[in-house]
């Protein structure tokens, strides 16, 4: 096992990795901007690294500045977190030529699994279900209308580099399919440097759930359950649990054998995650993309299943065995993301934070990157913390996650705190069957 770990990310999810970092006794390192001096992963790390000002691509997205930052504390492995540099294959190839520890699946694998159409291309002929589309970029409107009629619509128009559901939209018909096309050609270059297109056959009122996949050292790769995250404004996720309420039996087998698949496919190692859209009317389910990283709502499948993700990966890079021989799981999760934004128009809101109070109680988690004092800056993600749950029944778990959001006490910037006590009390989602739909007719009353 190597001895020391550089964390190259920020906020909470670099307190998170950190945390199991120290437990194992290992060197936990710490890179950080000059907009986060302050936050609390830098103070929770063995040594930490002033790696540039607060734009990301001068500190968490320079690679040359991270890499430097390893040599100069002789740091032996590298976590990259998520987003970031997390699913950059070329930056995980220079961490191995470094002589360093990569802590993530093969840089292959995630440079297979970053074009969706090629990942599309690669999951059918695993055998694992895709929707009706398209197996090459379409290179323009023309088309896309044409291949658009092949599919039938409702169609789902997606830039096949990228993610965070930038350069994506559902049309209906032609002249919406045209102006959604070129929307997504243009963002997709501006955020992804790549114009590549790919279309889908839209599927009404699915629900969006993933599974979690650990690749062990010795090829074998295992599902550790599913966990249902249809709660998505702008395509974003804002709730996750697990299990999902909309998914059991042979349903629930048929999903878990798919993702286990996929990861022997490409050869995956460590912890990834398998997306699908399930059609509730006809129990269908369809390959959605696959997360060549540790997910933000891992740690709802942490507490069905009592293994702690982060340390698996570590386990895995170091070449060593899982410490843990069952994942069966254990009651119910759901966890929530805390933001800085508006709970109505969910636009982001920075700001310092004034009051910064979290609910405590058996049962409940946070994995908070900030604490009262911080500024919320305007470079990153808003993203404040996650508050997770875990009680014996979904029931139970709602009734604790509504105490603890009402616990939850932020002042300074806006939080999206009002919106989550609203969506735990909505009806749809209080009896499981909310579906990808859910905020927008929330938000459309």
């Given at each position: 096992m190597f001895e020391s770990v550089l964390v190259a990310n920020r906020g909470e999810i670099a307190s998170r990795i950190?945390?199991?970092?120290?437990?194992?006794?290992?060197?936990?390192?710490?890179?950080?901007?000059?907009?986060?001096?302050?936050?609390?992963?830098?103070?929770?790390?063995?040594?930490?690294?002033?790696?540039?000002?607060?734009?990301?691509?001068?500190?968490?997205?320079?690679?040359?500045?991270?890499?430097?930052?390893?040599?100069?504390?002789?740091?032996?492995?590298?976590?990259?977190?998520?987003?970031?540099?997390?699913?950059?294959?070329?930056?995980?190839?220079?961490?191995?030529?470094?002589?360093?520890?990569?802590?993530?699946?093969?840089?292959?694998?995630?440079?297979?699994?970053?074009?969706?159409?090629?990942a599309r291309n690669l999951m059918k002929d695993a055998g694992v279900p895709v929707a009706p589309g398209v197996w090459e970029p379409v290179p323009d409107a023309g088309t896309a209308a044409e291949e658009a009629e092949r599919i039938g619509y409702p169609v789902m128009v997606k830039a096949a580099a990228g993610g965070g559901g930038i350069g994506m939209a559902a049309v209906r018909d032609e002249a919406a399919l045209r102006a959604a096309f070129e929307t997504a050609r243009t963002r997709a270059e501006r955020f992804f440097g790549s114009a590549d297109i790919l279309l889908e056959r839209y599927v009404e009122r699915a629900r969006h759930v993933e599974v979690q996949i650990l690749g062990l050292a010795d090829g074998t790769v295992l599902a550790l359950g599913e966990r249902d995250c249809s709660v998505q404004r702008r395509h974003q996720k804002v709730a996750e649990e697990a299990p999902s309420p909309g998914v059991a039996g042979e349903l629930r087998e048929r999903m878990l054998a798919a993702a286990v698949r996929a990861g022997e496919a490409i050869g995956y190692r460590g912890a990834g995650t398998v997306e699908f859209l399930v059609d509730p009317a006809t129990k269908d389910l369809f390959f959605l993309e696959m997360n060549t990283r540790l997910q933000v709502e891992h740690p709802v499948t942490e507490l069905v299943t009592g293994i702690d993700l982060v340390e698996q990966q570590l386990l895995v890079a170091a070449g060593e065995p899982v410490s843990f021989t069952t994942a069966e799981p254990r009651g119910h999760a759901i966890e929530l993301r805390v933001y800085a934004e508006d709970p109505v128009r969910f636009l982001p809101g920075p700001g310092r934070i004034g009051v910064w109070e979290e609910p405590v109680g058996d049962g409940i988690r946070i994995d908070a990157g900030y604490a009262e004092g911080n500024t919320v800056t305007p470079h990153y993600d808003p993203l404040l913390a996650k508050l997770c749950v875990h009680a014996d029944t979904r029931d139970d778990a709602l009734r604790r996650a509504r105490a603890a959001v009402g616990a939850f006490r932020i002042e300074g910037p806006k939080t999206n705190l009002p919106f989550l006590a609203e969506l735990l009390d909505h009806p749809e989602f209080a009896d499981g069957s909310y579906d990808t739909g859910l905020v927008g007719r929330m938000r459309e009353r």
């Amino acid at each position: 096992m190597f001895e020391s770990v550089l964390v190259a990310n920020r906020g909470e999810i670099a307190s998170r990795i950190i945390r199991t970092v120290r437990a194992m006794g290992l060197k936990a390192i710490a890179v950080y901007s000059e907009a986060d001096a302050d936050l609390p992963f830098v103070a929770e790390a063995d040594e930490a690294i002033l790696i540039g000002p607060p734009p990301p691509a001068r500190s968490y997205l320079d690679a040359p500045r991270i890499l430097e930052a390893a040599r100069r504390t002789n740091a032996q492995a590298v976590h990259p977190g998520y987003g970031f540099l997390a699913e950059n294959a070329d930056f995980a190839r220079q961490v191995i030529d470094a002589g360093l520890v990569w802590i993530g699946p093969p840089p292959l694998a995630i440079a297979r699994m970053g074009d969706k159409i090629n990942a599309r291309n690669l999951m059918k002929d695993a055998g694992v279900p895709v929707a009706p589309g398209v197996w090459e970029p379409v290179p323009d409107a023309g088309t896309a209308a044409e291949e658009a009629e092949r599919i039938g619509y409702p169609v789902m128009v997606k830039a096949a580099a990228g993610g965070g559901g930038i350069g994506m939209a559902a049309v209906r018909d032609e002249a919406a399919l045209r102006a959604a096309f070129e929307t997504a050609r243009t963002r997709a270059e501006r955020f992804f440097g790549s114009a590549d297109i790919l279309l889908e056959r839209y599927v009404e009122r699915a629900r969006h759930v993933e599974v979690q996949i650990l690749g062990l050292a010795d090829g074998t790769v295992l599902a550790l359950g599913e966990r249902d995250c249809s709660v998505q404004r702008r395509h974003q996720k804002v709730a996750e649990e697990a299990p999902s309420p909309g998914v059991a039996g042979e349903l629930r087998e048929r999903m878990l054998a798919a993702a286990v698949r996929a990861g022997e496919a490409i050869g995956y190692r460590g912890a990834g995650t398998v997306e699908f859209l399930v059609d509730p009317a006809t129990k269908d389910l369809f390959f959605l993309e696959m997360n060549t990283r540790l997910q933000v709502e891992h740690p709802v499948t942490e507490l069905v299943t009592g293994i702690d993700l982060v340390e698996q990966q570590l386990l895995v890079a170091a070449g060593e065995p899982v410490s843990f021989t069952t994942a069966e799981p254990r009651g119910h999760a759901i966890e929530l993301r805390v933001y800085a934004e508006d709970p109505v128009r969910f636009l982001p809101g920075p700001g310092r934070i004034g009051v910064w109070e979290e609910p405590v109680g058996d049962g409940i988690r946070i994995d908070a990157g900030y604490a009262e004092g911080n500024t919320v800056t305007p470079h990153y993600d808003p993203l404040l913390a996650k508050l997770c749950v875990h009680a014996d029944t979904r029931d139970d778990a709602l009734r604790r996650a509504r105490a603890a959001v009402g616990a939850f006490r932020i002042e300074g910037p806006k939080t999206n705190l009002p919106f989550l006590a609203e969506l735990l009390d909505h009806p749809e989602f209080a009896d499981g069957s909310y579906d990808t739909g859910l905020v927008g007719r929330m938000r459309e009353r």
